[in-house]
C-alpha cells in the first residue's frame, strides 16, 4: 500500500491549512488513519487519530484548534489546522493502520513521506 500526505505550506500565526492523506494500492480495510508530526532535533509525535467507526483522538496540543475527518473515501482523511502557531511548524506524517491484499490478515501501518507546515509569527 501507499501513502500520499499533501497539503503543506507556508502561513503567518493565525491562519489555517488542510492536509489531505489518501491511502491506496492492494487496501482491505483501513483501522485508523492518524497524523504525527516531528520538529528538527525532536521525536516524532502523534497529532490525531480517526477510527474506522468515525471516532477520533487529538493530542492535547491541538485539540480544540484542529479537527481530523475523513475525506471522500474511507480510504482518505482531512486534517483541518486552524489558528496555526510558529511552534506547529513541523513535517507532517500521515500513517495508515491496514489490511491490505498482502498483509495475510494483519494490519499493518503504512506511512507517508511528510509535508511540511512552516508556520511564522
Known amino acids: 500500500a501507499q501513502v500520499a500526505d499533501s497539503g503543506g505550506g507556508s502561513v503567518q500565526a493565525g491562519g489555517s491549512l488542510r492536509l489531505s492523506c489518501e491511502a491506496s494500492?492492494?487496501?482491505?480495510?483501513?483501522?485508523?488513519i492518524a497524523w504525527h508530526r516531528q520538529s528538527p532535533g525532536k521525536q516524532r509525535e502523534f497529532i490525531a487519530r480517526i477510527f474506522s467507526n468515525g471516532e477520533t483522538k487529538y493530542a492535547d496540543s491541538v485539540r480544540y484548534r484542529w479537527t481530523i475527518s475523513r475525506g471522500r473515501s474511507s480510504y482518505t482523511a482531512d486534517l483541518q489546522m486552524d489558528s496555526l502557531r510558529p511552534d506547529d511548524s513541523a513535517v507532517y506524517y500521515c500513517a495508515v493502520n491496514a489490511r491490505t491484499d498482502t498483509s495475510r490478515g494483519y494490519y499493518e501501518m503504512y506511512w507517508g513521506r511528510g509535508t511540511q507546515v512552516t508556520v511564522s509569527s
Open positions: 494500492g492492494g487496501i482491505v480495510h483501513i483501522d485508523t
